[in-house]
């Protein structure tokens, strides 16, 4: 096995991962430490080191508010298990799952993005262990990158002394880790030119940004954008939901207001903070006001929302996947149903409430309430797809939604992670001989798509899995349950915030 390498920086060694025809490099280095001075720059190229580096530990997560603190928190429950994990500005690390034993052996390579909203979340929690996918033949990198008000500060001052690079910070690490790979991957067995991005929630809409940044082209032939949020129905057209990307300007006048918060006067005094210090006072910050810093149009990294992007036909030339589960963050009516959907869809409610009526087959007005409660994850993923179709290109689309055990949750935002990644052992969850085969099989999808762009093939026993079509003129889907079937037809509400979209924009 290939448990010594090089990198550009010098040489590492790995270790044997618990299937010994696996080996783990932990706490690679892809970039300089972005400290000091260098708080609120682009990553810059890290250290050349001396003699074999051990690869033994997983790099400090970035910083963020303490994972598992309140053991009865949902996600603390589900994975952020310790509190006591290591963190510190310090964090462009990587960590490289394979089972080269010569580094000769060019096979695909896919690179994970973590979620939490682009505020919190790491690489290396529990359910991202890449060994399931290494026993595939993939070579699977998990990064850590800039979070928060790390990761998407900007302010005059920033864009005026650096242009080149006035914002976007932990995006930017993104590019730096997919330029490692390029360099270096090669080394552990990997094809540089066969490389895939995916991610969940916040690493959706980061590989989502990834794959409309023109700083990214020819980085990676392949995305699998997995919930990555209601984006999609936030394009500047939209009057229903969202935001969109902001702009620099607007960046740059919350960043303002985010220095005034810190009670300093310049980027300099605020670069001389302690990170502990700027990160608690960016949590109060958002707790008082429920502002975030999120992505920005720099015209440098983003030059556009990425939806606008998918509607436009600007998305880079690349292979794309679009994932959901069915339980995962409902939108409908606390109050009064008319009122909520005048308010919410105008001119077009009429339009939603005959699917409502359709979905709910009766007149009851709780039925109605109930029916006319949606994803907006689903319909916003439902929408992307829809866009990527517009623009002539086709996609895969699929929904996450078996019968997940331990509560009442239901296939829960994120829920779709421990299946992906084949870890379900891992998860304290009552799961059952289907749930391990509905895991292996959607590893073994996600893998198939990383190899080819086709994600169909056979499954262990050497039978062809169930046949996931594009997601086309004929609008194929499939669904991932308790089993794994072409879906025949949409949720009608679902659709229906999806047409009235389309309708919004002129596109139906």
Sequence with gaps: MLRVTKTENGMVRGFAGTNARVTVFKGIPYAAPPVGELRWRAPQPAANWEGIRDCYEYGPIAMQTTPGLDPNAFYSKEWHVDP??????DCLYLNVWTTAKTGDEKMPVMMWIHGGGMQEGYGHEMEFDGEQFAKRGIVLVSITYRLNVFAFMAHKEITEAQPGDPANYGLLDCIAALKWIKNNIANFGGDPDNVTIFGQSGGGHASEYLSASPLAKGLFQRAIFQSPGFGALALPE???????????????????????????????????????????????YRAETFKFMFPLVDNVFCVKDPNQAML??????????????????????????????????????DEFMAAVREKAGSDDPEALKKAATFSSFHAANLLSAELLLHAGKDTYFEIFDPEIPGDDAGSFHSSDLWFEFDNIRNCWRPFDGHHYDLARKMCNYFANFARTGNPNGKDADGTDMPE????????NILFLGDEIYPLEKEDPVIQAVVNINLKNLGLL
């Design 84 to 89: 006591e994990i290591s963190m510190d500005e």
């Design 238 to 284: 939209s009057k229903f939901f969202g935001i969109g990307t902001k702009d620099l300007a607007y960046g740059e006048a919350f960043g303002q207001e985010f220095l005034d918060y810190l009670g300093v006067k310049t980027i300099e005094e605020a670069r001389a903070l302690d990170a502990r210090y700027v990160s608690d006072k960016q949590v109060q």
């Design 312 to 349: 436009d036909g600007d998305m880079n030339d690349i292979d794309i996947m679009l994932t959901v589960t069915g339980d995962e963050f409902p939108t409908g009516p606390r109050g009064d149903l008319d009122q909520w959907v005048n308010e919410s869809f105008g001119k077009y409610a």
């Design 468 to 475: 996931w079509k594009k997601y086309n003129e004929e609008r």
